[in-house]
């Protein structure tokens, strides 16, 4: 059964433990899971009932607070397939689809001081994007948490590299 990568990150923060939808959303923000997954607070409802609708989740059969929120926990179907998709997002490279990749499809189309301008903001983007990422990253983070932040701070590596090479070619 396929997932999307949002349906797992919800899927995953209730295998970890039974949450309502305002707390799911309370932990995507402390952990900075919007950095690198697509979920804003308005889908997040909307994913659980797919999830929910699937047979993924269930209600837990208590409310949080006693406020009618709903609190979700995952079927024994849910784990599974939890542990199958994260697998496969570990093993399976897919690709990505960067807006600058379009932009250096149209570059032609800027004049060399605005490209020169634009590549220098980006940049002063990505040094900003890495002070944050670093500071960030809890220093007694669990190794799988590590990993995630030490992956985003290799790709952001590899951009500034790249952007390197290429604002040196344009001089």
Do not use: C, Y
């Given at each position: 059964m396929d997932v999307?990568?949002?349906?797992?990150?919800?899927?995953?923060?209730?295998v970890e433990r039974p949450r309502h939808g305002y707390e799911l959303?309370?932990?995507?923000v402390e952990r900075g899971m919007r950095e690198w997954t697509e979920i804003g607070f308005s889908s997040i409802y909307y994913l659980l009932t797919k999830?929910?609708?699937?047979?993924?989740?269930?209600?837990a059969g208590e409310?949080?607070?006693?406020?009618?929120?709903?609190?979700?926990?995952?079927?024994?179907?849910g784990r599974r397939v939890c542990a199958q998709a994260a697998e496969e997002a570990i093993a399976e490279p897919r690709p990505v689809f960067p807006p600058i990749l379009?932009?250096?499809a149209n570059q032609p189309m800027i004049p060399p001081d605005r490209l020169r301008a634009a590549l220098?903001?980006?940049?002063?983007?990505?040094?900003?994007r890495v002070t944050e990422v670093r500071a960030a990253t809890p220093a007694d983070a669990p190794p799988f948490v590590r990993a995630i932040?030490?992956?985003?701070?290799?790709?952001?590596?590899?951009?500034?590299?790249?952007?390197?090479r290429y604002q040196e070619e344009m001089s």
């Open positions: 999307t990568p949002a349906e797992l990150t919800l899927l995953g923060l209730l959303d309370e932990v995507i999830l929910r609708d699937r047979g993924l989740i269930e209600e409310r949080a607070h006693g406020k009618g929120r709903k609190v979700f926990a995952p079927t024994a179907e379009v932009g250096l220098a903001r980006r940049a002063e983007t990505l040094a900003v932040f030490d992956h985003s701070l290799a790709q952001l590596a590899a951009e500034q590299a790249w952007l390197a």
